[in-house]
């Protein structure tokens, strides 16, 4: 039976009926990475040094050292990365089940929404609305909010730092707990640089993302790209963090499988 | 009166640059004391402890009593130019390419005669001041100076090869946001520099200072972030050329010491900033600078390197940023060395704590940004290779000359 499954996933993957849609940024220097005030420790940005390409250091071959954050680039939240989540079982990138890096994805899109206003927050309100459109959310599934936020210039309107703190779309303190509650959700992703709004340390509790979803066990996946390539429903996500012990995070590819439209 | 410099046309790009060329550098290690003297713009003299007699040139015993007690000492700065000559042929390929060039006989106040470059504006007969002052080569040259300061005398031919003068010049300040950076931009613009080009290392950070600077036309904002190697070769690669005075306001400071402090990421993010950041500088601006250490007169000249007086001796309460300070100040001596061959001087400023948000708690006196300003202006117009601006930093001076053992122990009892 599940021969049979996974030889007709790979003759639909290779006739293209199954599309893979990369979702993540590249890793460059330039990347924005979250920012903390400056007392506090901070995330290193990604950067590489050439080992050697093909000359005296190193005649035959090319290579690079690289440096960053758990949370660099695109990259998956363990729920060990939160206080609230810090004892709970199989909470690190390395214990986290198997099962846990593949999942269906529910996109939810609030780009003209998050166009219109930066510091826009989803909204049960709003998830019903979609709800009522696609059907409602199934257990275990990713919820991930489209914003267009990776198609800004990086990385000046992509952090869009004000006097009073970055200004970027997220959920807000009351659809968190409610989509774990009531739609058992796997997890949250989103383009901008955290799975909080911008101006999330202001919220009740702050940070709410990370504060329930960590909590309860759940994942985070941010700095996305590529959701607008996503249907609203039916794309399975390929998640797995690097394995690193007691990670809290990690930088991955995340690769989405969509049923081809034509 | 010396012909006031104009500013210098545009470079024909077709010609040949002119290539770096050294005045005569070989010296005896006694006389390397003229050079410590010019280094730090003193005009000091061995002066011998017996007989009191002055020497010049450096000797290793009394050329009178024939002691061997020289001390090198502050002397007046004062003599009379007795005779002057200005050469139209030299076999050296310095100074053929420079030609004419004055030289003349100055009798010091203090004693002996000397063999000095010699200033247009100063008259046979009449009184000069005289200066040490380090040359193309780094090492030092008395230059005599008209007794009262003429107009423009800054731009006369002599002078300006000892000196590193912004005026004309272009400069690069690595960090412009910063609270020293803000101030060099402005005061190299007072000091006549045609263009400032302000590296920015956060783009995405507010700064109404850094933006009220970047209208001035002469001031280009320019993306740069040296703990990224990439940035830092992107940005040589489309300005290094243009660099005349590159200043390095880059600073990562941070309080607490190592033995009771688990952060050792800060560590790391100061040595990243601060010295391996002045290590990228130097691999990717050194090169195309010393390249053009003999490029006309508004020639690159100079590297300064924004340092802490704690680079010396370590103080314990900030002992991680000060190791990084001392890594710095280690590999400022290192580029002075490599950057001697094109001419190109390395300038250290070093400052005690400084007036801005990570010496909040630090009493008074602190050394305000724009001191520090002009102390680099100052530094690059006479020529030296260090400076310690505001009071702290000299006192420091003076006692790690004093008694370096003491003042370490002193910095180990302070909080």
Known sequence: MSTTVLSQFMAELLSGKIRIVDLTETLTPEFPTIVMPPEFGQAWPFRIEEISRYDERGPAWYWNNFSMSEHTGTHFDAPVHWVSGKDLPDNTVDSIPLESFIADACVIDCSAESRENPDFLLTIDFVKQWEARHGTIPARSWVFMRTDWSQRQKPNDYLNMKDDGAHSPGPDA??????????????????????????????????PCHYFMHGNNRYGLQCMTNLHQLPPKGAVI????????SGSGSPLRVLALVPNAS | MTQPLSKPPRKNPVARTRQPTLPPASRSRRTLGLTASAAAGRFDLQVCQECRAVQYPPREVC???????????PVAPRGTLLASTTLHHSNDLFFRERLPWRIGTVQLESGPRAIAHVHGDCEDGKPVKLALKLDRSGQAVMIALPEKATPNMEDDKVLRETSCDPKFRRALVTDGKSAVGLAVIKALLDAGATTVFAGDPHTWKKNRAFDALCEDPRVLPQALDITDTDSVERLSRSIGGKVEILVNTADYAREGGILHNRDLLKAQDAFNVNCLGLMRLAQHFGPAMAGRGADGTANAVAWVNTLSIYAHLNLPSRGMWSASQAAALSASQCLRNELRPAGIRVVNVFSGPIDYEWEQLTPPPRVSPSAIASAIVRALRDGVEEAYVGD????????????????????????
């Not at chain 1, 409610?178 to 009740?204: N, P």
């Not at chain 1, 390929?238 to 012990?245: E, G, Q, V, Y």
């Not at chain 2, 050329?63 to 000492?73: E, V």
Request: aromatic residues 8%; proline residues 6%.
């Open chain 1, 238 to 245: 390929f998640s797995a963090p690097l394995k690193i012990r």
């Open chain 2, 63 to 73: 050329h009178r009593c024939l002691s061997d007690q020289l001390l090198w000492q």
């Open chain 2, 392 to 415: 702290v930093a000299q006192e420091f001076l003076a006692r790690m000359h004093d008694n370096p053992k003491g003042l370490e122990r002193e910095l180990g009892t302070q909080s």
């Open chain 1, 174 to 207: 009351q659809v968190v707990p409610w989509l774990i509650k009531e739609r058992d959700v796997h997890g949250f992703g989103t383009e901008s640089v955290g799975t909080d709004a911008g101006q999330a340390q202001h919220l009740d509790p702050p940070y």
